[in-house]
């Protein structure tokens, strides 16, 4: 049970779950590290060289183990027929923000390879990676250099294939969680395991550390997982409301407001399934056709970077996990202090 903070030395087993996007930042992990926990950077959508000055800033803040995390690269069409009809249907809300009509970008996403050599280069304490499968190679060039590498699965079927891999722990993360879904195997509804049936079957089938997140937002959860198996426990909703946490004030009065029942899945902003709360954007794109991930993501952000400063939270993805109500805005060391009162140490 205590495999997670002997691997890493921390104090506590909890853990700052990656937040992608504008959550991504390093006092909030610098924080969660000084406080105990374990923080883990979300560097998906960062530039190779912006994660180079991030993990730099947070080696500047703390003298912790911290982890960085990726999005595994997914193989995409560019198809412009689905590309153009996207385009066209957010443009009247580009209008009704008074933006410019929303342009197909050069890039879609980061370069994977870019990125990745620059957590590899910077020698981090830990690596995270979702959406799939590393590659073998990759895991072992990392742990060549003393880097811990946990892959995310939300069924058991995953944490099977990623421990086959070589990875030396596995995020279960289950249906409850906020934002995009990790799974890569079967259907959307396969990976949609609840995060109190997944920790302990991934506890019994798997002989590697499980670090459980999905729901998890105060001292409750931390020892509900304790006794599923698992070896520390994640949040990320939770640590939305951080003090250090850089969203805008119209992300945070939303999750203030956030309800267990107001959350759904939607492709909408992305093109991939990710929980958070229901806005006009989810109800009213619900049905649309979609390009594939990521070039949604990549057409929704100057729509969803505008709406942040203009106060529209209709236009923002509010992402947010079933327990957003029990997220309470403090500082990083409060929640992390808070969490863990629920490990029971022996
Ligand atoms: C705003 C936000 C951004 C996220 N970005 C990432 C990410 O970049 N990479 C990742 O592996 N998981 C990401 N997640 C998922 C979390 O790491 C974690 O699985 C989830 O937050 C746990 O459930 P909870 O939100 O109920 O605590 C994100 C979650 C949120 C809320």
């Known amino acids: 049970m205590k495999r997670i903070t002997r691997m890493l030395g921390i104090e506590f087993p909890i853990v700052l779950a990656p937040l992608g996007g504008e959550a991504a930042c390093a006092p ?20 190779p060289a912006r994660i180079s000055e991030v993990i730099a ?20 069409q560019r198809e412009s027929a689905r590309i153009d009809e996207f385009v066209a249907r957010i443009a009247p809300y580009h209008a009704e923000l008074g ?17 990745f050599d620059a957590v590899l280069q910077a020698e981090v304490p830990v690596f995270s990676f979702t959406f799939g499968d590393l590659g073998r190679e990759r895991i072992a060039a990392l742990q060549s250099e003393g880097c811990k590498v946990w892959g995310t699965a939300t069924q058991v079927r995953e944490a099977l294939h990623l421990a086959a891999l070589g990875v030396d722990a596995i995020f279960a993360q289950g249906a409850e969680a906020g934002a995009h879904r990790g799974s890569f195997l079967g259907t959307r509804d396969e990976g949609l395991v609840g995060t109190l049936a997944l920790v302990p079957q991934i506890a019994d089938a798997v ?32 640590f939305l409301l951080a003090a250090e946490c850089p969203i805008s004030a119209a992300y945070r009065a ?3 407001a956030g309800r267990d029942h107001e959350t759904v899945l939607t492709r909408a902003f992305s093109g991939r399934w990710a929980r958070g709360l229901a806005n006009r954007f989810t109800r009213e794109l619900a ?54 009162r629920g490990w029971q140490t022996d």
């Open 28 to 47: 909030l992990v610098a924080a969660v590290s000084n406080a105990g926990g374990l923080g883990i950077l979300g560097a998906a959508y960062m530039a």
């Open 57 to 76: 800033q947070i080696r500047g803040l703390t003298s912790k183990p911290f982890g960085v995390n990726l999005f595994c690269p997914l193989t995409w």
């Open 99 to 115: 933006l410019a009509p929303p342009q197909v970008p050069e890039k879609f996403e980061e370069d994977f390879d870019a990125q």
């Open 207 to 238: 002989p590697l550390p499980v670090i459980a997140a999905g729901g998890i937002a105060d001292a409750r959860g931390v020892r509900a997982v304790q006794a599923l198996g698992a070896s520390a426990a994640a949040a990320g909703t939770a």
């Open 254 to 256: 939303a999750l203030q």
């Open 287 to 340: 049905d649309a056709p979609l390009p594939d991930f990521p070039i949604p993501n990549a057409l929704t952000r100057p729509l969803r970077q505008a709406a942040g400063p203009a106060g529209r939270a209709e236009f923002l993805s509010l992402w947010a996990g079933q327990a957003v109500a029990l997220a309470k805005p403090a500082p990083a060391a409060d929640i992390v202090h808070a969490l863990a």
